[in-house]
Nanobody
């Protein structure tokens, strides 16, 4: 059973910083892309950033220059460093990973349960 567990969310003031972490555990043979998505109240879940196993990143335009995604392959963990936070960044942030559980099983897309980030003005 594969699990993704996020941590690091919370309440922060305008202009502040937070660092989200997401650790994958369980039966893991290989992790391909990892990423972060967010969902604000009443809105759809949107891509924030992704990172390949080799470290190539893709950052959504609205957070480019403020957010950085990174990963530690030895720890099966992905991070999202969020700086210069704005009220419009308020959302539940979800971790996503494409994981192949064993050599003989196909890869699947997995989601964490989300962590709430609230930015006050």
């Amino acid at each position: 059973q594969v699990r993704l567990v996020e941590s690091g969310g919370g309440l922060v003031q305008f202009g502040g910083s937070l660092r989200l972490s997401c650790a994958a555990s369980g039966s893991i043979f290989r992790i391909n892309n990892m990423g972060w998505y967010r969902q604000a109240p009443g809105r759809q879940r949107d891509l924030v950033a992704t990172i390949t196993s080799g470290g190539s990143t893709n950052i959504e335009d609205s957070v480019k220059g403020r957010f950085t995604i990174s990963r530690d392959n030895a720890k099966n963990t992905v991070y999202l460093q969020m700086n210069s936070l704005k009220p419009e960044d308020t959302a539940v942030y979800y971790c996503n990973a494409e994981i192949q559980p064993t050599l003989l099983r196909p890869r699947n897309n997995y989601w964490g349960e989300g962590t709430l980030v609230t930015v006050s003005s």
